[in-house]
């Protein structure tokens, strides 16, 4: 990591090491960036991935699956995206602390991504939707998500 500027962990299925926690952390605190997306239980579970272990230190928390199993979702303009941009969401894993930025387009007080800074300089985005990581673009009958410029502003962001 130490050549890295981000490392970008997509749905892990197995647990993370607390060596490698440790030096996620640290990466993340001497000014890398972490993108790390955690899907529904479907895909893999919090006790399976020990993902909170990697963002706890940072004040985020991957939380159930969204009770909300209704498609489509958004991000919100401001710092991390330049402008509201439809993203895909179907059901997705709520995400705790941070700064929400993305939500399922039916309930706006549960996010589905979060962001944070850290002292040092690092910066942390976590995702409990990987469609859009995957530049899903259509989705049950959707076709104009924005994934590809919505990557684009995070990614970005994660760099800067």
Same mark, same amino acid.
């Given at each position: ?10 749905? =892990? ?8 926690? @440790?030096?996620?952390?640290? $990466? ?20 399976? %991935? ?6 706890? =230190?940072?004040?985020?928390? $991957? #939380?159930?699956?969204? !009770?909300?199993? *209704?498609?489509? +979702?958004? *991000?919100? *303009?401001?710092?991390? @995206? ?5 993203? !895909? ?9 941070? @700064?929400? $930025?993305?939500? *399922? ?5 549960? !996010?589905? #991504? ?5 002292? +040092? +300089?690092?910066?942390?985005? %976590?995702?409990?939707? +990987? ?7 259509? /989705? ?7 994934? %590809? %410029? ?6 970005? /962001?994660?760099?800067?």
């Amino acid at each position: 990591l130490s050549k890295a500027d981000l490392l970008f962990i997509h749905t =892990p299925s197995a647990k993370y090491s607390p060596d490698e926690c @440790t030096a996620i952390r640290q $990466f993340v605190e001497k000014g890398g960036s972490l993108f790390l997306v955690m899907e529904v239980d479907y895909w893999a579970t919090l006790e399976q %991935a020990n993902v909170n272990d990697i963002v706890k =230190p940072f004040k985020i928390t $991957f #939380g159930a699956d969204n !009770p909300d199993e *209704s498609s489509g +979702g958004h *991000s919100a *303009s401001g710092k991390l @995206t330049k402008q509201k941009y439809s993203i !895909p969401s179907h059901g997705a894993r709520l995400v705790d602390g941070g @700064t929400p $930025f993305a939500y *399922s387009n039916a309930d706006t007080s549960k !996010p589905i #991504g979060v962001y944070t800074e850290v002292k +040092g +300089g690092g910066k942390v985005v %976590a995702m409990g939707e +990987g469609m859009a990581s995957l530049y899903m673009n259509s /989705w049950q009958d959707v076709t104009d998500y924005q994934c %590809a %410029a919505f990557m684009n502003d995070v990614v970005g /962001w994660l760099l800067e």
